[in-house]
């Protein structure tokens, strides 16, 4: 199947590339692959010289100062990125997807036949004629081959013959590449790249949300905006074309489609909800892609499985292991912001009953803050907390103003875009959190602990969640509202959901945490708690 490559055989000439062919290289390869700009410099960076390796039938070899092979390329073929490459950032490549019937044909040298792309255990990605691709095999976890598209994949219609990279040296290198990096591709459905019982990178995490999309069709990507440190903030969307006639047909009428918004990540140190977060992402890939009659697959989901990636990547190093905040800078010298003491809904230490608009400034004068003094003295907790918030130092001020951090503006920007949509309807929110010490599923208000309008329905559905919640792992979950149940605070996304948008089903699941590495059994079971509260949810529907 593959020749054998050794340096001392297939190597004919090894010389130092100029910092002229090295810029025109640079620039090929990011006009090749757009979607890789960002990393480019982690892949290649500027100031790195690198070597040009030619070898026997025309291959050339990219590689690093370390000897580390970057790219390669056939005569005056595409510059393509080796396996090592993609197993870090696989979304550069486009996939397409064989089923197991055609494995040995393509092994064997065959071009790639539209039957083995169409049928049931195939996948087809839209492709433009002379563009590298990867192909992968149904149930399988390596990659078969790259190849060049010979067609695009919108104007075949019967044949589509995928050129074959049939001479000895490409395949010997690809061969060596599998056996010296043990590299993996990502298996379909259900793409495991990321590692769903770990604390990932934000680059791990980010790859492998521009991942799928490539692969699952009613996968959908949207980069909300950046944060101060330039990170994006990803919300993903999975949603069937069919799940909103299935959503009709179970109301018997014509109508929105029901949606439930997820977010994790908003405090660095809770690592583990970013991990479950992207479980469940898994998990509803999973469900859509199999069996379209699952209630996972009867609404559209948008999930935000990391809110605060400036905060996360701090947390993930020796010192900030227990940063709460994000990374914004202010004039006091102290770094960051409580993204979840930020949201314009009763900000601050602002006490009026009625919640503020959406941008509306709140206030936080001289008599509003005697008020507010006069109103909590028999709660002192409450008291330190609250000044808290006004404290540049603390792990919980809430910033300058409502909305002045970038997280909280462009997911409220993002929800209330939702929210006004037409053919959806935002039915459920949730955002996980974790603490040490126990578990809690709770629901707004948090400024107040007069119970809300819906209270005896949330505490009712609460209890019903937490119940299941309770069987996987027999850990008991209180419930109750943030303030008569955790405690009393101000400026929190739940109380924004439900007093702003008047999203009535809004919950906050705190799970139990240790703040320290390797939680792999905390999140095992957090998701699957969280698994069963969503469940008990959509038996609603």
Request: with cysteine.
């Amino acid at each position: 199947m593959f020749k054998k490559f050794t340096e001392k055989e297939a190597v004919t000439g090894t010389s130092q590339l100029k910092s002229s062919a090295i810029r025109n290289l640079r620039q090929n390869f990011l006009q090749l692959y757009p979607h890789v700009e960002p990393y480019m410099d982690e892949i290649w960076p500027k100031k790195d010289n690198v070597k040009l390796v030619k070898c026997q039938e025309h291959i050339e070899l990219i590689a690093s100062q370390t000897g580390e092979i970057l790219f390669f390329k056939h005569r005056d073929g595409p510059l393509l990125p080796t396996l090592r490459i993609l197993h870090k950032y696989p979304f550069i490549l486009p996939w397409m997807q064989v089923d197991k019937g055609a494995i040995r044909f393509v092994l064997s040298g065959a071009n790639i036949m539209c039957p083995g792309l169409t049928s049931p255990g195939g996948k087809m990605s839209k492709v433009e004629k002379d563009m590298p691709v990867l192909i992968v095999a149904e149930g399988k976890e390596h990659a078969l081959e790259m190849k060049v598209e010979n067609h695009s994949t919108e104007t075949s219609q019967v044949n589509i013959p995928i050129a074959h990279s049939s001479n000895a040296t490409t395949k010997a290198l690809a061969g060596r590449e599998v056996s010296m990096l043990t590299t993996q591709v990502p298996r379909n459905p259900g793409p495991t790249k990321i590692n769903l019982r770990a604390i990932n990178s934000y680059a791990q995490v980010e790859s492998w949300l521009r991942y799928l999309p490539s692969i699952y069709p009613f996968v959908e990507i949207r980069d909300l905006g950046r944060t101060f440190e330039n990170r994006s903030i990803f919300v993903v969307k999975i949603a069937r074309e069919d799940s909103q006639a299935l959503n009709r047909s179970l109301n018997g009428a014509e109508g929105p489609t029901k949606a439930i918004f997820l977010d994790g990540g908003t405090h660095s140190r809770e690592q583990i909800t970013v991990t479950v977060a992207l479980s469940l992402i898994d998990k509803l890939v999973k469900a859509h892609e199999k069996n379209e009659s699952s209630p996972w697959a009867k609404v559209s989901w948008y999930i935000v499985p990391l809110v605060n990636p400036d905060g996360y990547e701090y947390s993930r190093t020796p010192k900030g292991r227990q940063w709460r905040k994000n990374r914004s800078r202010s004039s006091s010298g102290c770094l960051g912001v409580d993204v979840n003491r930020n949201w314009n809904f009763h900000w601050g230490m602002e006490s009026d009953r009625e919640g503020k608009k959406n941008g509306e400034p709140s206030r936080t004068g001289f008599f509003s803050t005697v008020s507010w003094f006069f109103t909590r003295l028999l709660r002192p907790d409450n008291i330190v907390r609250q000044l808290s918030l006004l404290e540049p130092c603390t792990e919980l001020y809430a910033g300058p103003s409502p909305f002045s951090e970038a997280e909280s503006k462009l997911l409220s920007d993002f929800l209330v875009d939702l929210a006004n949509q037409r053919n959806v309807t935002l039915w459920s929110a949730w955002s996980l959190h974790s603490m040490i010490g126990g578990q809690q599923l709770l629901f707004p208000y948090g400024y107040t602990t007069k119970p809300v309008p819906h209270y005896d329905h949330l505490s009712r559905l609460a209890s019903n969640m937490a119940a299941a919640m309770e069987a996987p792992n027999g850990r008991k979950y209180q419930h109750g509202s943030v303030a008569g149940t955790l405690y009393q605070t101000t400026g929190l996304q739940a109380d924004w959901i439900y007093g702003y948008l008047g999203i009535n089903q809004t919950f906050v699941m705190e799970m139990r945490d240790n703040y320290k590495k390797d939680p792999a059994l905390l999140i095992s079971m957090a998701f699957t708690e969280l698994v069963e509260a969503l469940a008990t949810l959509l038996q609603q529907l």
